[in-house]
């Protein structure tokens, strides 16, 4: 590899100071990196600071929005609480307390993802997996629930201030595996976190193996590895210490015969410009591996339909297959990130029609919630009542019940909802999966 190997530096609260470039700031957008940083999760390393942020125009710029904590992200009263609170006091106990005053008003655990999602084996619950969708189980590593860099919009941020105690988190693979023998119907195990790619070789490696091995009876066919590394530190696959034991280890998952993966978030085009994300696809798309990508929509950093049309068309001249557009979750700072769901119909839409079938691999708006994804088809008009009205269409992608899949349902138009709970069935009083949900969440409960 002729690239200058590059070492990570990590910025948390304790250090953001010495970032060089905070003279181009200003000291209320200095202040609010504190303020918020507080409250929601922050770190940002050394690669996104120096190669993907545009400094001269920083309060703009997408990566900087989406890596550094915004005074708005907060409401003003919960900002003025925290701001308040510092200035009086450095007491670490005073502060957690405070902080977590807000981060329950925050909505922490989106999606029913505590109660309804954790399987067991035996009397043994699983904390580290998560089994919604028949054929693919998540997985979450204990050592892999950090990350390169944290995401101001991240649905995953009570984990990383120490709300949830790493709550998902599993260290074993043996339950995880016995799990997976026992249900046949799982083809797909997803790596996720956090980021998976934030572990060495020789722990991550731990994970793998038992899937390599002659005597695995699990059904497992795909593995797939939810990372944003290719975005936040591409230099994990290019010159970190482990770096080749990495792409080895890609390579022989490929040839054991398991599909490979690579589930890669990437936000905006800025991040596929550098030469190192650029050497470092290429080195994993040389392994065999397939990289796949995904990525919520988010107001003041990619909601825009020429940015997707530009980013689906950059990822596919990579060799890379767009996967996935989400709609922003119903947590954290949602308030300050959230597109309409209309609007973000519009803009899937305009962004679908500039480019070519080979990135239409692409599917979204997409709600992961509590009964499954549920993809905005659009908005039409159908009748009721004997008069024709205004009213999202709907399609489940996947569903908590495997026949919900493919059905397609009404609700009616409401251009400020943003989310699920935001909508009213068309027909009737509920949706068609209600009934059936309430009787799944009462059995668990
Ligand atoms: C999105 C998601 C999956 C994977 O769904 P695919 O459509 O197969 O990519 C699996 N489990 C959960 C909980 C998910 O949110």
Excluded at 72 to 97: F, I, P, V
Excluded at 343 to 369: D, E, H, L, N
Aim: aromatic share 12%; net charge neutral; glycine share 6%.
């Amino acid at each position: 590899m002729n690239m200058e190997p590059m070492k990570y530096k990590a910025y948390l609260l304790s250090n953001f100071k010495t970032i060089p470039q905070l003279e181009k700031m200003n000291a209320e957008d200095i202040e609010a990196i504190e303020v918020v940083g507080n409250v929601l999760p922050f770190k940002v390393n050394n690669y996104v600071i120096n190669e993907l942020i545009d400094w001269d125009n920083y309060k703009t710029d997408p990566i900087f929005r989406l890596t550094f904590p915004q005074k708005e992200m907060l409401s003003h009263t919960d900002y003025e609480l925290m701001r308040k609170t510092l200035q009086n006091t450095q007491d670490k106990a005073k502060l957690k307390e405070i902080a977590n005053k807000i981060r329950y008003k925050l909505n922490p655990h989106p999606a029913g993802q505590m109660e309804l999602n954790v399987p067991s084996v035996g009397e043994h619950k699983l904390p580290g997996v998560q089994h919604k969708y028949d054929q693919t189980a998540l997985f979450f590593p204990s050592s892999g629930q950090t990350c390169h860099s944290y995401c101001t919009f991240c649905f995953r941020w009570a984990q990383f201030v120490g709300m949830d105690d790493m709550k998902f988190a599993m260290r074993e693979t043996d339950l995880l595996v016995q799990y997976l023998e026992e249900h046949q119907e799982v083809t797909d195990l997803l790596f996720t976190g956090g980021d998976p790619m934030i572990m060495s070789y020789k722990v991550f490696s731990q994970y793998i193996t038992p899937f390599l091995s002659q005597d695995n009876k699990t059904n497992i066919q795909t593995i797939r590895i939810g990372t944003k590394s290719l975005g936040f530190w591409p230099y994990k696959f290019l010159t970190d210490a482990d770096a080749d034991d990495f792409i080895a280890l890609f390579k022989k998952i490929v040839d054991s015969g398991i599909n490979l993966s690579i589930m890669a978030h990437f936000n905006h085009p800025n991040e596929l410009k550098t030469q190192a994300v650029q050497e470092a696809v290429k080195v994993i798309l040389a392994t065999g591996a397939q990289i796949r990508t995904q990525s919520p929509l988010i107001k003041g950093i990619n909601n825009s339909a020429d940015v997707w049309a530009h980013m689906w068309r950059e990822q596919v001249n990579m060799g890379m297959i767009p996967y996935y557009m989400f709609v922003e979750r119903d947590t954290g700072a949602q308030h300050y990130f959230e597109v309409p769901l209309e609007q973000a119909w519009y803009i899937f839409r305009k962004a679908y029609q500039q480019v070519s079938g080979i990135c239409r691999t692409v599917r979204g708006p997409s709600m992961s919630c509590t009964p499954g994804k549920v993809q905005i088809l659009g908005v039409t008009e159908i009748e009721k009542n004997g008069k024709m009205q205004k009213a999202f269409a709907l399609r489940m992608i996947q569903g908590r019940n495997p026949n919900w899949v493919g059905k397609v349902f009404f609700a009616k138009y409401d251009s400020k909802a943003s989310w699920m709970d935001d909508l009213q069935p068309f027909y009737g009083n509920e949706f068609f999966f209600n009934e059936e949900l309430r009787e799944m969440i009462q059995n668990a409960g």
